[in-house]
Each structure stands twice: as C-alpha cells, then as structure tokens.
C-alpha cells in the first residue's frame, strides 16, 4: 500500500473511534482542530503499536491538519533515524499543547540529541517550545539520566525564570521537572530548594 492510500486507511479508521464528548469538550476549551475525532490516546497507541515504526508514514500523517494524524504521527516517527531539521520544522508548526506533549513523550525524549534540543527550547520565548524542553528534561531525569555542572545551571536558570514568569502550563512543567531534577539524589534535592529558597519560591 503506498503512503497516501494508508494515509487515507488511517484516516477512516478513526471513525471506529470516534468520541463526540472529548472531541466537543476540547472545543469547549478553545483548541481547534481542522478535524478531531476525540480518539482516546490508548486507542491511538493501539493503532501506533499495529502499524509500527514508519517514517514516511509519519512524515505524511503529520502534515495533516487532524488530531489524530498529528499525535499518530509522533507514535510512529521512529526517533533513531528522524534528523534535527526534522524535528524543528515540526515544532515550527506545533499547533496546540496537547500535541505539544504528546509529541515529547512519544518522541522527542527517545531522540539521540534529546538533551541537546530540550536545553536550547527551554530558552525559547515561545510557550510550547518551553514545554517540550522541560517534558524532555523530566523524562530524562526520570530514567536517570544526570547533567553535568553546565547542564545543571541552565536548567535551575530557566527553570527559575519559568516559575516566575511563565504561563500556568509552563510553570506546572517546570515544577514538575524541578521535581523530577530532585529525585536524581541528594545534591541535586539541595541545588533544587536552595535555588527555589533563593527566588522565594517553593516546592509544590
């Protein structure tokens, strides 16, 4: 099957899971998508996992204006292989939080150059890059992945300024990364409150 015609398969099959209710309750709230089905993420997974990984594919799934292209899109994108450039002109046209999120959980944290992207978005003065650098720094963390002593400055630097002045989505994903930074071991549990004790912040 070439890649229009999967494309279109994919897009039919959708229709098996259709949710009216999450896709009028995104509305509700203001995102707006060309086409939404409201497909629960679970049910997107299963869809992912049948397909496997497909570069074209995702290339093609992520160019349409569709929810569930999109977030298919970064299910399937096998992150080995997907080059920087890519990845920039995806974020170039990140059309909303959800897929924002979606997209550093299901691919970018996998990206061999992961840290290198969530450092330099995390400086970004755009809200949804800000997000996807401190999802992929809490992702990391989580598997242990610690920074070295540049790394670690920029982070609790940006991290700070985010807390302080960042949108309410942007805050929550950088206490949640400050935790995350934290659970790494005792040191960094200390860098962590004593940088948020400085700003006259405190942990959640």
Known sequence: MDIQAQVKEIKQSFRQMMDGAV???????????KLNWGATLPRLREKADEIGKNYDLAIALWKENVRECKILATMVMPADVVLPEVIDIWMEQMPTQEIAEQAAFNLFQYLPYAP??????????????????????????????????RGINE???????????GSIPVRKAAMACMMRFSELGLVYERIAKSALKQANLDFL
């Open 23 to 33: 896709a009028q309750s995104m509305r509700n709230k203001g995102v707006d998508y």
């Open 116 to 149: 290198e992207k969530a450092y330099t978005w995390m400086a970004s003065d755009k809200e949804l890059y800000q997000l996807c650098g401190f999802h992929i720094l809490s992702r990391l963390f989580m598997n242990k992945q610690e920074p070295n002593e």
């Open 155 to 165: 982070f609790i630097d940006q991290a700070i300024v985010a807390l302080q002045e």
